[in-house]
């Protein structure tokens, strides 16, 4: 199944997103009564999807992001391809670690980054000036667990979606050398477009991740290109720290991040960011000015 959150649809918008079932080209969208796809992941009760439910073409459909209320920071993993991994070297002021890691490398972000799948992403150039790209897979949480063993790992997943873990590199740089506050700033991480559940994926190695920057492709990787593959992911993080339905894990980036390019391509006002993952779908966002540096309360 492929479950989201629906804004609008054939030109009704609601005064809530309601949850929806994508079924190829058509959208079947439930009352408000049905609740969220977050309440609908913590308890995945068959009622939810069996009332009345109204169709809508796939193209006259606004999705809103598919999770939002995470229960905590969103769960990130960093240098996950070994090629975004070398990409980097010395290239990350003075915080390159001495040999590539044995074990993956864990930090989080803020939830209120979190844009729908559609909408514009911010950038603000007195803020920072080295916004950057990184396409990602997204593993939402099911089942609770601790200390999961790998093999029973794919357990625990409620399924899949697309995000990009955009990131202002300066940011990242100046603060002691931790990666939460250049990953947090508001309004800079699309998800969606909607999660497929694990029943609809045949093989999650064999998914492959694009990002485009105005229509040029700036990373392309295979799931199975990953240094520590998604159920290693969940056993080392799970290890002694209980894994709680509704949990957002991304799984990191391939190489060909801005940043490490030669010449940089950094994100500017006016581009158009794409970041898709062949069967799990595509998130199109335009790269908007957004003065985040105005006293705003
Ligand atoms: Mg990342």
New binding site residues.
Partial sequence: MKLAMVRSAAGTTFDRPRLARVDDQTVQIYPDDAGTLDDYIRNPAPMALTGPSQPAPLDQVTFDAPVRRVNRDIL???WNYWDHFEEGYGKRGGQDPQERPAHPTFFTKGPHAIVGPTDPVAVDLELAQAWDY?V?IAVIIGTQGRSIPAERAWEHVFGMCVAN?M?ARDIQRQHGGQWFKG?SIDATMPIGPWVTTMDALDDPAALELRCLLNGQVLQQARVGQMAFDIPTLIAELSWGMTLYPGDVL?T??PAGVGYAREPQILLQPGDVLVSEVVGLGRLHNAVQSVPLHEYRR
Wanted: aromatic share 0%.
């Fill in positions: 990130c993993t960093g990184e990602e873990d990131t990953k991304l990191g980036t």
